[in-house]
């Protein structure tokens, strides 16, 4: 049975996307987590292979939901920007929000909810700061369709065109603390060298903070 877990875990770390990886480094062992907007269940699945973590996920779609279950996830139907609301304080050492923030209505009501119910809160989203996304809106005139921007304008989930400064930005007000920042290149591997951040603003293709509360 070990084996057979060791065997799966590999496996998961070999096909999930670098970005995933990247997040489920920033999780301790053998704690409790809560993936808001976890599709599929594929980091989920690696958190619990790899990290030995309680993982419970919220989905909003009935054929995410579906996927989840059947691997063996506990996983329920849910919205963000309204369930939060009903778990209570520290119910959580973790809750990962991974491509999904630009995709809420009310980002900074997640994200305070987020930090209210965790201990950590770890997001991950796409820079439309990106330097190749301003070229494309300066010299085409156009909204962009790039590889971390799948979609066309009128067909994105997303609604909030967030950049790593505007994140940055509203970490400050709501006064919690970066414990970790990564910005990602257009592979999704993480940047191997260091920059100020407006330097990542025009050159990271995604970003992912590990956010605490401030005491």
Known sequence: ?????????????????????????????????????????????????????????????????????????????????????????????????????????????????MLRIGHHAIVSFPNFGHWRIRAQIAVQGRMPVTKSLSASWYETPNIHFCTIRDFIGLVDEIGAKTERSIALDRQGRPLSFSAPWWVLNLIGDQAVFELSRKK
Do not use: W
């Open 1 to 113: 049975m070990a084996e057979t877990g060791a065997r799966t875990a590999v496996m998961l770390s070999q096909t999930a996307r670098i970005d995933l990886l990247v997040v489920a480094d920033m999780v301790a062992p053998k704690t409790r987590v809560l993936d808001v907007g976890c599709g599929d269940g594929t980091l989920l699945r690696l958190l619990a292979e790899e990290r030995g973590v309680d993982a419970r996920g919220i989905e909003l779609s009935q054929s995410g939901v579906n996927d989840c279950v059947a691997k063996g996830l506990s996983v329920i139907q849910g919205d963000a920007d309204a369930d939060l609301a009903d778990y209570p304080d520290d119910a959580f050492d973790y809750v990962i929000l991974s491509q999904t923030l630009q995709a809420t209505r009310r980002p900074r009501q997640v994200l305070e909810h």
